[in-house]
């Protein structure tokens, strides 16, 4: 799993990756556990989330159960916005074969 952090400054945007980890599970709650461990970790709290964005897998996306529905459980005021490269990767390859 890679955990980006996007951040403002009063003068600018970044995005950075802060880590790479193995996954033991592929199931929203599991990857919710490994981003709580890392927030933890770095003294960031979740609910100063204001966006969450990752690719279109239902164990992501989901909204019931999967990693969106888990941080917006525990900060409502972030919104998921699917990725964009993913989208369009999809729309890419859906048309090729049409």
Known sequence: MA??????????VHERLVQLSPIKSHTGESIFVLLEEFLEKAGLNIVNCREQS?????????????????????????????????????????????
């Open 3 to 12: 955990i980006v952090i996007q951040y403002c400054t009063l003068t600018s």
């Open 54 to 98: 990752y690719d279109n897998a239902s164990n992501m996306s989901g909204k019931y159960k999967e990693l969106q529905a888990y941080v917006k459980n525990k900060c409502n005021l972030a919104v998921y916005l699917p990725c964009t490269a993913h989208s369009l990767n999809l729309v890419g390859v859906h048309s090729v074969d049409c």
